[in-house]
């Protein structure tokens, strides 16, 4: 079984790039089979979930082609069937992004309920109820989503909670429906913009993006179009955290600062010197990390996707510390794992009290999710001696070459296939 093999202890320092924002590339990908022209994205990172993404869109018939690593050419012009299947879903929940592209370009889809990380309930109702809002129908049969529409209606809607997938999926039917359609209570996130920026490149009419209100002025289609996905601000956070955690000294570039601000407070708060330039961050712990508290908030507030990273950090941290998670109900499955390095963490509902241990212990740990996953891997690289991470297919379903990049910091980290692998890591790293 593959995992990770480690061997910690050392600090990490030195650069490294940050690649395209998974969370936006999912929905630009989709995004793309709004035209029947052809449409080239660039910046695509290259992990699981952009993969699995690309495949579902080749099993309706939608020719994708790999200029290189990150960069794909797409063209939908001869989709010829509106069925995503479950084994897709299953994999990515994002794919739930082609029920809005197919629904607003054809009027009609059916995607299987949606999978996913199991980070807590992740209901779709918000979607749901913006289509029908526009005028689709909408019913699950045998396990499918069925969204069918005469014509698409532009409409006033309101989401009860502040979802990034409803936004993008309201605002991709919408950028094809007839009139206008404002979306209030929007979230805000960086891939919200991109993903209406990238719409607008092919012809679409979107204002707001990052502002809670989006309105858009349906047009009747959408041309080619050449886009570059922005960098992914929770890859680059994780590895400011890999700073931190093991008090190193990192510059994540290729990055937008102002994306990481959220990031960056905390880990000033937490006694770390960070250094802003125009497209760089570096990070420096030089000293023993201090506690604070946390919650977790859509965009701009403290990402869901970085508490794992905060609450390793934490753990290590002097004094006591509180993680509030107030996104997902099921995502603090992680302290379990932490605890077998002698975390000392007390999870109630959806809160943890972090009581700072001085260091961690190596252990063999299992990735309970993706962020959860590259959190527990920096928990190891800050341990002495060898630990192992297993489940890294959570892992790599969001992050590009996770042990090569933190090898060029440093990391003595490998992706092991067996025990055999494991023991000449060992024999290697002595
Ligand atoms: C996206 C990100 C994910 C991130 C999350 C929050 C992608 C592919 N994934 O997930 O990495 O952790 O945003 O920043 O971009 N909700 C409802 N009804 C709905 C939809 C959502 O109640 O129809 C609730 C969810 O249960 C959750 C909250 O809204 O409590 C936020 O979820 P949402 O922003 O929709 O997350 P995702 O788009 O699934």
Not at 25 to 31: D, K, Q, R, Y
Not at 101 to 109: C, S, T
Not at 112 to 131: E, Q, T, V, W
Not at 244 to 257: E, R
Request: charged residues 25%.
């Amino acid at each position: 079984m593959e995992q990770y093999a480690i061997k910690g202890g050392n600090p990490l320092v030195g650069e490294v790039e940050i690649g395209g924002a998974k969370n936006a590339a999912l929905a630009v990908l989709a995004a793309a089979i709004m035209t029947d022209e052809t449409v080239t994205i660039e910046n695509v990172p290259d992990v699981n979930d952009t993969r699995v993404l690309l495949q579902a869109m080749e099993s309706i018939g939608v020719v994708v082609e790999r200029l290189d690593r990150h960069t794909v050419k797409i063209n939908a012009s001869m989709i010829s069937e509106l069925v995503i299947e479950d084994d897709f879903i299953k994999k990515i929940r994002a794919s739930y992004y082609l029920l809005g592209a197919l629904l607003g370009k054809y009027k009609h889809a059916e995607v299987a309920l949606p999978g996913g990380c199991n980070i807590g309930s992740r209901k779709i109702d918000l979607h749901i109820k913006g289509f029908k809002a526009l005028g689709a129908e909408v019913k699950i049969e045998h396990g499918l989503w069925i969204t069918d529409a005469e014509r698409l209606q532009g409409a006033h809607i309101y989401l009860d909670t502040v979802s990034v997938g409803a936004t993008i999926n309201i605002m991709m039917a919408s950028a094809l429906a007839e009139g206008k359609t404002i979306i209030e209570n929007a979230a805000k996130e960086p891939h919200v913009v991109d993903a209406a920026n990238f719409l607008n490149s092919m012809g679409a009419n979107i204002k707001g993006a990052g502002t809670d209100v989006i309105r858009i002025t349906g047009v009747e289609k959408l041309h080619a179009s050449e886009y570059s996905i922005i960098p992914d601000q929770i890859e680059a956070g994780t590895f400011m955290f890999a700073a931190a955690i093991t008090k190193g000294d990192v510059t994540v570039k290729n990055v937008i600062p102002k994306h990481l601000e959220s990031t960056t407070a905390k880990l000033i708060e937490m006694g770390c010197q960070v250094e802003e330039s125009d497209d760089a961050v570096r990070v420096v712990a030089s000293k023993r990390l201090e506690a604070t508290q946390v919650k977790t908030l859509p965009y701009p507030g403290f990402p869901t996707d970085m508490q794992p990273q905060i609450g390793v950090a934490l753990s290590l941290a002097s004094g006591t510390s509180i993680v509030t998670e107030s996104i997902f109900d099921n995502r603090f499955k992680y302290i379990d794992e932490l605890t077998k390095m002698g975390a000392n963490v007390k999870v109630e509902g959806n809160t943890a009290v972090i009581s700072g241990v001085e260091h961690f212990t190596s252990a063999a740990l299992t990735a309970p999710d993706l962020r959860a996953g590259a959190a527990l891997v920096l928990a190891c690289l800050s341990a002495e001696g060898f630990s192992t991470v297993e489940d890294i297919n959570y892992v790599e379903r969001g992050y590009e070459d996770f042990p090569q990049k933190l090898q060029s910091l440093g990391a003595q980290i490998e992706k092991v296939a067996s025990d055999r692998d494991l023991q000449k890591f060992k024999l290697k790293v002595g």
